[in-house]
């Protein structure tokens, strides 16, 4: 699965800079922007991820526990970059909105959510006077956890007595930390004006570097856990303010010389 994605991912760039409608007009200076800076922002409902644990999944299965191959989470994110030409350098944190999966059946019920941080540089493979697509590649760490519960078993437990307690059919949560590659495809909009605002489109694919086991917050260690690799799907629709500054023309570069010459900076004010 990886190896098709990526090279879907690679191919599609390639059909997009070969398609891409070539400039017909250029942007006059000043219009032209030498370096950007960004604010990324990404509200749920339109940002979402496709997460996969096949070992915790058949762990879970085997104990009659429903927990399902695909983890669909609605996501928010933000993010920083800058953008120099063609080439851009960011952060990204992204948190996964519990996802909650109830299966009257086998009275179970679970709750799975994440949240990762990675740094990512981009290459803009088109560059075209209203359009801009990014091949991004990314590195950084994700968080997975996940509580179990059943649904059949319910218990009265003194709030007093809650560390001594035994709970029966309520797991510790289960955590996992993961280091992970992503790559991605980006399509933005050029910008027009020093501050702009623009929608931003992301398709993406991250897969842990190793497998790891699923540990737990609670105060025991456990043997036998299923050890996993993150492969994570995930879609953005995002926006992202920028900060535009213009390319610094020779002309532009002597009048601010003279400015600063010219500039007693308040030293012998008249």
């Known amino acids: 699965m990886k190896t098709y994605f990526f090279t879907f991912v690679i191919s599609f760039c390639w059909v ?3 398609t891409a409608q070539q400039d017909s007009v250029v942007i006059p200076e000043p219009k032209d922007y030498e370096w950007n800076s960004h604010l990324y922002i990404g509200a749920p409902l339109n940002n979402f991820s496709f997460s996969n644990y096949s070992q915790l999944k058949n762990t879970l299965n085997n104990q009659g526990i429903s927990f399902p191959a695909i983890k669909l989470n609605n996501t928010t994110s933000f993010g920083i970059a800058i953008q120099k030409r063609r080439y851009k350098f960011g952060f990204e944190g992204t948190y996964g909105l519990p996802s909650t999966n109830t299966n009257q059946t086998k009275a179970t019920k679970t ?23 990014f091949l991004n590649i990314g590195f950084g760490v994700i968080e997975s956890k996940l509580h179990v519960s059943s649904t059949s078993n319910t218990q009265t437990v003194n709030f007093n007595a809650l560390l001594t307690a035994s709970t029966v059919g309520y797991s510790p949560v289960l955590s996992h930390t993961n280091p992970f590659l992503d790559i991605s495809v980006e399509q933005t909009f050029r ?4 501050i702009s605002f623009n929608p931003v489109f992301r398709l993406g694919y991250r897969v842990g570097v190793n497998s790891l086991p699923w540990k737990t917050d609670a105060n025991f260690t456990t043997i036998n856990a299923p050890t996993d690799r993150i492969n994570q799907l995930f879609f953005q629709s995002i926006f992202v303010i920028s900060n535009n500054h213009f390319k610094k023309t020779q002309a532009r570069k002597e009048a601010r010389e003279r400015q600063n010459a010219n500039n007693d900076w308040g030293l012998n004010p008249r």
């Open 16 to 18: 997009l800079k070969s």
């Open 111 to 133: 709750s799975f959510s994440f949240v990762s941080y990675n740094l990512n540089a981009g290459y803009a493979l088109v560059f075209e006077r209203n359009t801009q697509w």
């Open 191 to 194: 910008p027009k004006r020093p």
